[in-house]
Protein backbone atom coordinates (compact mmCIF):
# COMPACT_ATOMS: atom_id res chain seq x y z
CA UNK A 1 0.00 0.00 0.00
CA UNK A 2 2.92 2.54 1.17
CA UNK A 3 4.41 1.47 -2.47
CA UNK A 4 1.83 2.64 -4.45
CA UNK A 5 1.31 5.64 -2.53
CA UNK A 6 4.95 6.42 -3.21
CA UNK A 7 4.27 5.83 -6.99
CA UNK A 8 0.94 7.68 -7.33
CA UNK A 9 2.75 10.57 -6.08
CA UNK A 10 6.05 10.11 -8.16
CA UNK A 11 3.87 10.07 -11.19
CA UNK A 12 1.81 13.72 -10.18
CA UNK A 13 5.18 15.08 -9.32
CA UNK A 14 6.66 14.46 -12.49
CA UNK A 15 3.30 15.01 -14.57
CA UNK A 16 3.19 18.60 -12.97
CA UNK A 17 6.96 18.97 -13.87
CA UNK A 18 6.07 18.41 -17.11
CA UNK A 19 2.61 20.31 -17.60
CA UNK A 20 5.22 23.18 -16.26
CA UNK A 21 7.24 23.37 -19.60
CA UNK A 22 3.93 24.34 -21.17
CA UNK A 23 2.77 27.24 -19.20
CA UNK A 24 4.40 30.70 -19.86
CA UNK A 25 5.76 32.57 -16.42
CA UNK A 26 4.09 35.45 -17.05
CA UNK A 27 0.29 33.31 -17.04
CA UNK A 28 -1.22 33.44 -13.35
CA UNK A 29 -1.80 29.82 -13.77
CA UNK A 30 2.15 29.20 -13.44
CA UNK A 31 2.43 30.67 -9.80
CA UNK A 32 -0.43 27.78 -8.80
CA UNK A 33 1.09 25.39 -11.11
CA UNK A 34 4.62 25.87 -9.32
CA UNK A 35 3.57 25.89 -5.63
CA UNK A 36 1.35 22.30 -6.28
CA UNK A 37 4.70 21.14 -8.27
CA UNK A 38 6.55 22.26 -4.84
CA UNK A 39 4.28 20.74 -2.44
CA UNK A 40 3.65 17.17 -4.36
CA UNK A 41 7.91 17.09 -4.00
CA UNK A 42 7.27 16.99 -0.02
CA UNK A 43 5.03 15.05 -0.48
CA UNK A 44 7.30 12.50 -2.63
CA UNK A 45 9.24 12.93 0.10
CA UNK A 46 7.03 12.36 3.39
CA UNK A 47 5.83 8.95 1.36
CA UNK A 48 9.29 7.84 0.55
CA UNK A 49 9.70 8.37 4.59
CA UNK A 50 6.94 6.88 5.60
CA UNK A 51 7.90 3.56 3.34
CA UNK A 52 10.72 3.22 5.55
CA UNK A 53 9.51 4.47 8.23
CA UNK A 54 12.60 6.73 8.99
CA UNK A 55 11.61 10.26 9.84
CA UNK A 56 15.18 11.19 10.68
CA UNK A 57 17.23 14.27 10.58
CA UNK A 58 18.33 13.11 6.93
CA UNK A 59 14.59 13.40 5.95
CA UNK A 60 13.51 16.38 8.00
CA UNK A 61 16.26 18.48 6.33
CA UNK A 62 15.57 17.20 2.48
CA UNK A 63 12.04 18.41 3.66
CA UNK A 64 12.71 21.56 5.05
CA UNK A 65 15.22 22.27 1.60
CA UNK A 66 12.09 22.39 -0.50
CA UNK A 67 10.16 24.64 1.76
CA UNK A 68 12.21 27.98 1.09
CA UNK A 69 11.83 27.76 -2.94
CA UNK A 70 8.34 29.13 -2.29
CA UNK A 71 10.37 32.35 -1.69
CA UNK A 72 10.96 31.89 -5.34
CA UNK A 73 7.83 31.98 -7.01
CA UNK A 74 7.27 35.69 -5.70
CA UNK A 75 7.75 38.88 -7.08
CA UNK A 76 8.30 42.34 -5.23
CA UNK A 77 7.74 45.65 -6.51
CA UNK A 78 8.56 48.78 -4.37
CA UNK A 79 7.32 52.17 -5.78
CA UNK A 80 10.13 54.93 -4.65
CA UNK A 81 8.02 58.27 -4.13
CA UNK A 82 11.42 60.01 -4.82
CA UNK A 83 12.11 58.71 -8.02
CA UNK A 84 10.38 60.75 -10.15
CA UNK A 85 12.80 63.49 -11.85
CA UNK A 86 12.18 66.33 -14.51
CA UNK A 87 14.37 64.48 -17.13
CA UNK A 88 11.70 61.63 -17.14
CA UNK A 89 8.48 63.23 -17.25
CA UNK A 90 7.45 64.75 -20.47
CA UNK A 91 6.55 68.93 -20.34
CA UNK A 92 3.11 69.77 -20.11
CA UNK A 93 4.05 73.01 -23.17
CA UNK A 94 7.16 71.44 -25.25
CA UNK A 95 6.99 74.99 -26.90
CA UNK A 96 7.91 76.89 -23.41
CA UNK A 97 10.63 73.87 -22.95
CA UNK A 98 13.99 75.20 -23.71
CA UNK A 99 16.89 73.05 -23.04
CA UNK A 100 19.08 75.86 -24.09
CA UNK A 101 18.35 77.55 -20.38
CA UNK A 102 21.76 77.06 -18.37
CA UNK A 103 19.39 76.55 -15.32
CA UNK A 104 17.50 74.00 -17.09
CA UNK A 105 20.54 71.75 -18.17
CA UNK A 106 22.00 72.02 -14.46
CA UNK A 107 18.55 70.69 -13.67
CA UNK A 108 18.60 68.42 -15.93
CA UNK A 109 22.11 67.24 -15.31
CA UNK A 110 21.58 67.16 -11.59
CA UNK A 111 18.71 64.82 -11.93
CA UNK A 112 20.33 62.72 -14.00
CA UNK A 113 23.36 61.88 -11.96
CA UNK A 114 20.95 61.24 -8.76
CA UNK A 115 18.69 59.24 -11.06
CA UNK A 116 21.93 56.73 -11.76
CA UNK A 117 23.11 56.84 -7.87
CA UNK A 118 19.47 55.74 -7.41
CA UNK A 119 19.28 53.31 -9.96
CA UNK A 120 23.20 51.60 -8.82
CA UNK A 121 21.78 51.54 -4.79
CA UNK A 122 18.75 50.47 -5.23
CA UNK A 123 18.14 46.91 -4.28
CA UNK A 124 16.25 44.32 -6.12
CA UNK A 125 14.25 42.68 -3.71
CA UNK A 126 13.16 40.15 -5.91
CA UNK A 127 16.98 38.83 -6.53
CA UNK A 128 17.96 39.04 -3.77
CA UNK A 129 14.99 37.23 -1.64
CA UNK A 130 15.51 33.74 -4.68
CA UNK A 131 19.40 34.31 -3.75
CA UNK A 132 18.32 33.91 -0.43
CA UNK A 133 15.97 31.16 -0.22
CA UNK A 134 18.40 29.30 -2.81
CA UNK A 135 21.23 29.79 -0.16
CA UNK A 136 19.19 28.39 2.44
CA UNK A 137 17.70 25.47 0.28
CA UNK A 138 21.17 24.62 -0.56
CA UNK A 139 22.62 24.76 3.11
CA UNK A 140 20.33 22.40 4.01
CA UNK A 141 20.94 19.59 1.46
CA UNK A 142 24.56 20.66 1.94
CA UNK A 143 24.31 19.78 5.87
CA UNK A 144 22.65 16.56 4.29
CA UNK A 145 26.50 15.39 3.37
CA UNK A 146 26.73 14.65 7.18
CA UNK A 147 24.69 11.64 6.86
CA UNK A 148 26.61 10.53 3.92
CA UNK A 149 30.27 11.14 4.67
CA UNK A 150 32.56 12.03 6.95
CA UNK A 151 31.56 14.53 9.23
CA UNK A 152 33.12 17.66 8.88
CA UNK A 153 32.26 21.11 8.90
CA UNK A 154 34.80 22.03 6.23
CA UNK A 155 32.23 21.75 3.82
CA UNK A 156 30.61 25.12 4.37
CA UNK A 157 33.63 26.72 4.37
CA UNK A 158 34.67 25.37 1.22
CA UNK A 159 31.23 26.06 0.09
CA UNK A 160 31.83 30.26 1.25
CA UNK A 161 35.01 30.50 -0.71
CA UNK A 162 33.79 28.46 -3.74
CA UNK A 163 30.91 30.62 -4.00
CA UNK A 164 33.32 33.68 -3.87
CA UNK A 165 35.28 32.65 -6.20
CA UNK A 166 32.90 32.03 -8.81
CA UNK A 167 30.49 35.16 -7.71
CA UNK A 168 34.12 37.19 -8.77
CA UNK A 169 34.37 35.05 -11.79
CA UNK A 170 30.81 35.53 -13.15
CA UNK A 171 31.31 39.82 -12.63
CA UNK A 172 34.77 39.31 -14.50
CA UNK A 173 32.97 37.37 -17.79
CA UNK A 174 30.49 39.73 -17.66
CA UNK A 175 32.11 42.59 -17.01
CA UNK A 176 30.41 44.21 -14.28
CA UNK A 177 31.63 46.58 -11.85
CA UNK A 178 31.12 45.61 -8.26
CA UNK A 179 31.22 49.22 -7.40
CA UNK A 180 28.46 50.45 -9.76
CA UNK A 181 26.23 47.10 -8.72
CA UNK A 182 26.48 46.16 -5.44
CA UNK A 183 22.77 44.61 -4.70
CA UNK A 184 23.74 42.73 -7.95
CA UNK A 185 27.03 41.13 -6.15
CA UNK A 186 25.11 40.14 -3.17
CA UNK A 187 22.28 38.71 -5.02
CA UNK A 188 24.80 37.02 -7.28
CA UNK A 189 26.78 36.23 -4.24
CA UNK A 190 23.96 34.61 -2.68
CA UNK A 191 23.00 32.20 -5.91
CA UNK A 192 26.84 31.33 -6.19
CA UNK A 193 26.88 30.48 -2.27
CA UNK A 194 24.17 28.12 -3.11
CA UNK A 195 25.92 26.30 -6.00
CA UNK A 196 29.05 26.35 -3.68
CA UNK A 197 27.53 24.15 -0.85
CA UNK A 198 26.07 21.77 -3.04
CA UNK A 199 28.87 20.92 -5.62
CA UNK A 200 31.34 21.03 -1.79
CA UNK A 201 29.08 18.40 0.01
CA UNK A 202 29.84 15.74 -3.14
CA UNK A 203 33.44 15.44 -2.16
CA UNK A 204 32.76 14.34 1.45
CA UNK A 205 30.66 11.75 0.34
CA UNK A 206 32.11 10.30 -2.46
CA UNK A 207 35.85 10.09 -0.36
CA UNK A 208 33.39 7.99 2.40
CA UNK A 209 32.28 5.39 0.37
CA UNK A 210 31.05 4.84 -2.95
CA UNK A 211 28.21 3.10 -1.73
CA UNK A 212 24.39 3.81 -3.90
CA UNK A 213 23.07 6.82 -1.90
CA UNK A 214 26.18 8.46 -1.95
CA UNK A 215 26.68 8.61 -5.73
CA UNK A 216 22.85 8.96 -6.06
CA UNK A 217 23.05 11.95 -3.08
CA UNK A 218 26.24 13.34 -5.44
CA UNK A 219 24.51 13.71 -8.90
CA UNK A 220 21.53 15.14 -6.81
CA UNK A 221 23.78 18.11 -5.97
CA UNK A 222 25.32 18.00 -9.51
CA UNK A 223 22.00 18.98 -11.14
CA UNK A 224 20.55 20.87 -8.49
CA UNK A 225 23.45 22.87 -9.33
CA UNK A 226 23.08 23.05 -13.13
CA UNK A 227 19.64 24.08 -12.27
CA UNK A 228 21.00 27.18 -10.09
CA UNK A 229 23.76 27.85 -12.96
CA UNK A 230 21.39 27.39 -15.75
CA UNK A 231 18.80 30.00 -14.49
CA UNK A 232 21.79 32.18 -14.03
CA UNK A 233 22.86 32.13 -17.52
CA UNK A 234 20.33 30.61 -19.58
CA UNK A 235 17.10 30.81 -18.10
CA UNK A 236 13.84 29.19 -19.62
CA UNK A 237 11.29 27.45 -18.80
CA UNK A 238 12.83 24.41 -18.79
CA UNK A 239 15.34 24.82 -16.50
CA UNK A 240 13.32 23.10 -13.57
CA UNK A 241 12.94 19.77 -14.68
CA UNK A 242 17.01 19.72 -13.34
CA UNK A 243 15.85 20.82 -10.17
CA UNK A 244 12.79 18.22 -10.12
CA UNK A 245 15.93 14.98 -11.05
CA UNK A 246 17.87 16.54 -8.19
CA UNK A 247 14.98 16.35 -5.25
CA UNK A 248 14.19 13.12 -6.75
CA UNK A 249 17.44 11.71 -6.67
CA UNK A 250 17.72 12.87 -3.04
CA UNK A 251 14.46 11.38 -1.73
CA UNK A 252 15.62 8.23 -3.61
CA UNK A 253 18.64 7.71 -0.97
CA UNK A 254 15.83 7.41 1.50
CA UNK A 255 13.91 4.42 0.05
CA UNK A 256 17.54 2.46 -1.09
Given amino acids: MLIASVISMLVA ?60 LF ?22 FDFSAENDFENFETNSKNGKKRAIFAPNWTKLMSGMAYAVS ?28 LTFLHFLIK ?10 FCADFLNFLAVGFLLSAILPALLYSFALDNILFSVACVSYAAHLLLETYLPN ?8 AAYLLLFATIVF
Avoid: M
Avoid at 176 to 181: A, F, G, H, P, T
Avoid at 237 to 244: E, P, R, V, W
Fill in 175 to 184: KRSILRDPWG
Fill in 75 to 96: ELKIENKDSKFSYLQEPENKQD
Fill in 13 to 72: CVALSVALCFVKKQSPFFVVLKCFFLASLICVGICCASYRNTFNGLSILLFLSVLPLFFT
Fill in 138 to 165: AFCVAFCALYFGKETFYVFLAGLFLGLA
Fill in 237 to 244: KFNHLALT
